[in-house]
C-alpha cells in the first residue's frame, strides 16, 4: 500500500517549456487534490476532482489544467511554465464525504 | 483574503515543555477544523481534527482547542519532543464540501 505517489520528485524547466506532474493512490479514494506550497502562503489548491470524470477550479488555477484519467490517477499540466509557477507541488486524496486529505511526498518545480 | 490565518510564523519550545500553535479564522461557515504536520521534502500528514460541535478533542500528548465565539483554535502538545519539530498547519472546511483552506503555517522547533 503506497499510498498517495507523485512523480517527478524535482524537475527544472525553462520559462515556456510544458510538463504534466503525475500523481496516483492505491487507497480506492474518489476524491483528489493538487496544491501549491509557496513560502509563507501555505497550501492553496490549485484544482480538485471529486470522482472520476469530474474536476472543479480552485483558489489557484490559472496556467494549469488537470485530467482525472481514472479513479487511481490525477495529473496536473503546465502548457507554458512561467518563473510564478515555481513551487512545490502536492497531490492528495480523501474518501468521498471526509475532509481528511491523504498527501503525497511533493514535487519540487524551478521555472527559470 | 486568508481565510485562515497563522499568526507566528515559528515557535520555539525546551524539551518537555508545552507547545501552543494558534490559528484564527474569519468564516463563520466553517464547521470542521484539521491540523497537519510536515516534515521537509515530505507530504504533509493528519494530526488531529475537531468539529465545530466540541470545544476539545484530545489525542495523547496532542490536544485541540476550539473557540468559537472568538474564531479561535489552539494545537496543544505536552510535552514537547525533539521529534515533534516541523512545520504545522491548520486547515478548515465547511459543511458539504471536502475542500480545505489552509493556513500558512508555524515551525516549531523544540530544542533539548
Same mark, same amino acid.
Given at each position: 500500500?503506497?499510498?498517495?505517489?507523485?512523480?517527478?520528485?524535482?524537475?527544472?524547466?525553462?520559462?515556456?517549456?510544458?510538463?504534466?506532474?503525475?500523481?496516483?493512490?492505491?487507497?480506492?479514494?474518489?476524491?483528489?487534490?493538487?496544491?501549491?506550497?509557496?513560502?509563507?502562503?501555505?497550501?492553496?489548491?490549485?484544482?480538485?476532482?471529486?470522482?472520476?470524470?469530474?474536476?472543479?477550479?480552485?483558489?489557484?488555477?490559472?496556467?494549469?489544467?488537470?485530467?482525472?484519467?481514472?479513479?487511481?490517477?490525477?495529473?496536473?499540466?503546465?502548457?507554458?511554465?512561467?518563473?510564478?509557477?515555481?513551487?512545490?507541488?502536492?497531490?492528495?486524496?480523501?474518501?468521498?464525504?471526509?475532509?481528511?486529505?491523504?498527501?503525497?511526498?511533493?514535487?519540487?518545480?524551478?521555472?527559470? | 483574503?486568508?481565510?485562515?490565518?497563522?499568526?507566528?510564523?515559528?515557535?520555539?519550545?525546551?524539551?518537555?515543555?508545552?507547545?501552543?500553535?494558534?490559528?484564527?479564522?474569519?468564516?463563520?461557515?466553517?464547521?470542521?477544523?484539521?491540523?497537519?504536520?510536515?516534515?521537509?521534502?515530505?507530504?504533509?500528514? %493528519?494530526?488531529?481534527?475537531? &468539529?465545530?460541535?466540541? $470545544? /476539545?478533542?484530545?489525542? #495523547?500528548?496532542? *490536544?485541540?482547542?476550539?473557540?468559537?465565539?472568538?474564531?479561535?483554535?489552539?494545537?496543544?502538545?505536552?510535552?514537547?519532543?525533539?521529534?515533534?519539530?516541523?512545520?504545522? %498547519?491548520?486547515?478548515?472546511? &465547511?459543511?458539504?464540501? $471536502? /475542500?480545505?483552506?489552509? #493556513?500558512?503555517? *508555524?515551525?516549531?522547533?523544540?530544542?533539548?
Amino acid at each position: 500500500n503506497a499510498g498517495v505517489t507523485q512523480t517527478p520528485k524535482f524537475q527544472v524547466l525553462k520559462t515556456g517549456q510544458s510538463m504534466t506532474l503525475q500523481c496516483a493512490q492505491d487507497m480506492n479514494h474518489n476524491s483528489m487534490y493538487w496544491y501549491r506550497q509557496d513560502p509563507g502562503m501555505g497550501l492553496r489548491l490549485i484544482y480538485y476532482s471529486a470522482s472520476e470524470g469530474t474536476t472543479d477550479k480552485g483558489e489557484v488555477p490559472n496556467g494549469y489544467n488537470v485530467s482525472r484519467l481514472n479513479k487511481r490517477e490525477f495529473s496536473l499540466r503546465l502548457e507554458s511554465a512561467a518563473p510564478s509557477q515555481t513551487s512545490v507541488y502536492f497531490c492528495a486524496s480523501s474518501l468521498s464525504g471526509s475532509t481528511e486529505q491523504f498527501f503525497g511526498p511533493g514535487t519540487r518545480l524551478t521555472v527559470l | 483574503d486568508q481565510q485562515v490565518k497563522q499568526n507566528s510564523p515559528s515557535l520555539s519550545v525546551q524539551e518537555g515543555r508545552i507547545s501552543i500553535l494558534n490559528c484564527d479564522y474569519t468564516n463563520s461557515m466553517f464547521d470542521y477544523f484539521l491540523w497537519y504536520k510536515k516534515y521537509p521534502a515530505e507530504g504533509p500528514t %493528519f494530526l488531529i481534527s475537531i &468539529s465545530s460541535i466540541k $470545544d /476539545k478533542n484530545e489525542d #495523547g500528548r496532542f *490536544t485541540v482547542f476550539l473557540n468559537k465565539s472568538a474564531k479561535h483554535l489552539s494545537l496543544h502538545i505536552v510535552p514537547s519532543q525533539p521529534g515533534d519539530s516541523a512545520v504545522y %498547519f491548520c486547515a478548515a472546511s &465547511s459543511y458539504n464540501t $471536502d /475542500k480545505l483552506i489552509f #493556513g500558512t503555517g *508555524t515551525r516549531l522547533q523544540v530544542f533539548p
